[in-house]
């Protein structure tokens, strides 16, 4: 779901550096970082990482990666969890090619900010109903909502930089962004419901000296 | 210099089960000795070094450093001095380098006890670890054997009176290893080292204390001896 | 120059680079990264080539066929396709030829984050290929994908290991003095 360098304009990322920066700044407040807090945060960052690199099986023969940014905000909180997969975007972007630098603060509202707090917000929703349908409701929000965020932003950029008729960033308009990004993710939300529904039980249990309630 | 009076510790794993490390462990080591620190993996050699750098706190016992009772109180009135006079070196060197570049993990503890002519002394470590040429590289690129000496040079140029080092030849190839133990011996310093490589030990120092599979002290002496009465089988495998 | 003056020569770069809309600026930015590319030069050209193309073909491929039933201007994607290329090239020459722990030197914190971040980063990952490898030698799978049950295990390590490094790392920054007792 990471937007790469060169598909989103200054008038679309200046503005969002510009908020992107605000939630980084309340994140730390919010943390209250110093250096104690660093080694939690560099571990949460870390396995961030490398659960973004797991592989499982998706219907229809192929696969996709999981994302865990509901699993941890499940289990460290939504600000940890923020500050953390931030972080891990960065490192994405400038070691791996892994989604841009410009479209960095993109990626960080829609997938660090939303991700990590549609995820909190919706397993409290869904907390009175049903435990289980609320930590999986919080991994389907964590994809589905991001992927909405992705879409609409490059989906307005014809809109917002274009030479005339001549796109000059991503060239296909909301009509296309829309469905082509948010229904496969529709489905692909699922299965990272799914996978976090076993895993935050799974480690809740295994972890009970860290995770308990 | 250091003393240990059945020092006893133990902690929660992730599932809230208790698990005993270490039991009544009490010894004495003198300044200026060399002392290994031998045991199986999981006889606590990790923790006990933990706990005389007052990064853990036993759950009953004492442990006196140059006379003094080292607890929370003792450590929050005299940190900087303690941090300075007792370094630790973990098994793994990557979890202790946190500087830009080796020049400033060496120049770190240097600025923050106070020491002047920095540069200088960064240089004079750096040659003696034989680092020099690796002085502005990220400590996060290096390979194992030279974050190991880069951590070693950062804690020694402080010139600590105690030295403690866990497993410090688990990363280092035979020729670094024979360098270590040649340097080791060179140093007037208080040295408790763990390891597990028995055949290494009578290298590194005269006496071993040894940890047993019962998390306590089996044996306290010359490792000479030990290693001529304890059968290779049995070493360190049953309680005594 | 220093590292923290190439970072913001960079940023300044990528927002020009953002700005123009000519392809042979482009093009020349192209040319002068490759050249502060140095020795490897041709190595980060493959890989951010490499980075690149599957997103940037995936868009071009569908916007030429979407060309046929709509009147558009393919020659939009020269410049699409130039711009995203020399940001990449960019990127991926400033950290080769930088230490970029060291431009995160304004901030203590930061700086730190960083080292240990990328520390973990390095064991984990490494963990979760050598478990992929360990289940393809037992003929567990066949690719580098896992199933629910195979999750588990990975899922328990990765924790455990980040737990006990973090705890490790937080001692130290205590026994090399950063933190007070």
Redesign the interface.
């Known amino acids: 779901m990471h937007i790469p360098d060169g598909f989103i304009s200054p008038q679309t990322y200046i503005p969002a550096i510009a908020i992107s920066a605000s939630l980084l700044a309340l994140a730390y407040k919010k943390i209250d970082l110093d250096v104690e807090k660093i080694p939690l945060i560099a571990g949460v960052s870390a396995i961030s990482f490398v659960m973004m690199l797991i592989a499982i099986p998706f219907p229809g023969g192929t696969t996709m990666h999981l994302s865990g940014i509901a699993i941890i905000s499940l289990l460290f909180g939504p600000w940890i969890a923020f500050s953390s997969i931030s972080l891990v975007l960065l490192i994405q972007a400038l070691l791996f090619g892994e989604g841009g630098i410009t479209s960095y603060p993109i990626n960080i509202i829609a997938m660090a900010y939303v991700g990590s707090f549609s995820s909190y917000w919706f397993y409290k929703l869904f907390l009175t109903r049903s435990k289980n349908i609320a930590i999986f409701m919080a991994g389907w929000s964590s994809i589905f909502f991001p992927s909405i965020i992705i879409a609409i932003v490059l989906g307005i950029q014809p809109l917002v930089a274009s030479d005339g008729a001549t796109p000059l960033y991503f060239p296909f308009g909301l009509s296309v962004t829309l469905p082509s990004v948010v229904i496969p993710h529709i489905f692909i939300a699922i299965v990272e419901g799914l996978v976090t529904l076993s895993s935050v039980k799974f480690l809740k249990t295994h972890f009970r000296s860290v995770f308990s309630e | 210099m250091i003393e240990c009076k059945n020092l006893s510790y133990s902690y929660q794993d992730f599932q809230l089960n208790e698990i005993e490390v270490l039991k009544d462990v009490s010894f004495k080591i003198d300044k200026g000795e060399k002392v290994l620190l031998l045991g199986i993996n999981g006889s606590g050699k990790s923790t006990l070094l933990k706990l005389l750098n007052g990064l853990l706190y036993a759950k009953s016992g004492e442990f006196y450093f140059r006379d003094n009772l080292v607890n929370k109180k003792y450590l929050k009135a005299n940190s900087k001095e303690f941090r300075k006079s007792v370094s630790l070196a973990m098994q793994d060197p990557s979890s202790m380098l946190f500087n830009p570049s080796v020049y400033d993990e060496i120049a770190f503890g240097l600025k923050h006890f106070g020491f002047d002519n920095i540069d200088e002394r960064v240089h004079h470590y750096a040659k003696k670890f034989e680092i020099e040429n690796i002085l502005k590289s990220s400590p996060l690129m290096l390979s194992g054997g030279q974050k190991q000496r880069v951590l070693l040079a950062s804690l020694l140029c402080v010139e600590p009176e105690v030295l403690l080092l866990d497993e410090p030849t688990a990363h280092l190839d035979p020729p670094t290893t024979r360098w270590f133990v040649e340097f080791l011996d060179s140093l007037d310093v208080t040295a408790l080292i763990s390891t597990h490589n028995i055949t290494q030990g009578s290298e590194l120092a005269k006496r071993a204390i040894v940890l047993g599979s019962n998390h306590q002290i089996i044996y306290d002496g010359e490792i000479e001896a030990f290693l001529e009465d304890t059968p290779f089988n049995d070493s360190l495998l049953l309680s005594r | 120059m220093s590292d923290r003056a190439w970072l913001f020569v960079y940023l300044i770069v ?2 020009i680079l ?2 123009v ?1 000519n392809e042979l600026i482009m093009l020349f930015s192209i040319i002068i990264t490759m050249l502060l590319g140095g020795k490897a030069r041709f190595k980060i050209f493959k ?2 080539l490499l ?2 193309a599957l ?2 073909l995936s ?1 071009s491929l ?2 030429v066929i ?1 060309s046929f039933f709509v009147s ?2 393919i ?3 020269i ?3 130039l ?6 090239l960019l ?2 020459t400033l ?1 080769r030829r930088i ?4 431009a ?2 304004f901030s ?2 930061l ?3 960083y ?11 490494n ?2 290929f050598n478990y992929y490898d360990g289940l393809k030698s037992r003929g567990a799978i066949l ?6 049950k195979q ?2 295990p ?3 390590t ?3 290991t ?2 006990h ?17």
């Open positions: 990528v927002m953002g700005l809309h890989k951010a980075v690149i997103f940037n868009i569908s916007y979407y558009v201007d020659s939009a994607l410049l699409i396709n711009r995203a290329f020399a940001i990449t990127t991926f950290v230490n970029l722990h060291k995160l030197e203590k914190v700086a730190i984050l080292g240990f971040t990328y520390a973990q980063i390095i064991l984990l990952k963990m979760l690719r580098s994908n896992l199933r629910k999750l588990k990975l899922l328990t990765l924790f455990g980040m737990l490094k973090s705890s490790e790392q937080s001692m130290a920054l205590r026994s090399r003095g950063l933190i007070d007792d």
